[in-house]
């Protein structure tokens, strides 16, 4: 809805469906999280079919910006859509997983972390620390 008063404003350009990509990067790279995810949003009820990198730019903004449920959704997405990223977006996921404080979802957690484990990406042994104090 703001996006859409926005666009009638003249304050953001209504983006055709093969300007999403371009659009949501900008966003993301931007730290501008909230407009990527309602962008995203967008794109998919359209049937917009959005490349690799412009997932993997939302996951490390979602994840820098410490959004990890918007993150671990996106994630699921990446892997049901098949869709391959490069390290290092997997690895400021797996970052953000290992820094914040488990609560109720410890358990779904640690699925992506074993996940991400058999895609062969490891993460910083600063991160495994963190990850371990938070199980004693």
Known sequence: MIMHIMMKKKLMP???SSEYDHVIR??????????????FKRAEDEGAILK???LGCMLR???????????????????????????SYYQAFAGVLCQKNPSEEVN???????????????????????LITVFR
């Open 14 to 16: 209504v983006p055709l």
């Open 108 to 130: 779904k957690i640690m699925v992506v972390h074993d996940e991400i484990l058999k895609m062969g990406l490891k993460p910083s042994r600063k991160t495994y620390k963190s």
């Open 61 to 87: 903004a979602f994840s820098k910006g410490g959004r990890v449920r918007e993150a671990m959704s996106l994630y699921s997405t990446i892997l049901q859509k098949g869709v391959v990223l490069g390290k």
């Open 26 to 39: 900008k966003f993301s790279d931007s730290e501008k999280t909230y407009a990527a995810g309602m962008l």
């Open 52 to 54: 690799g990198t412009t």
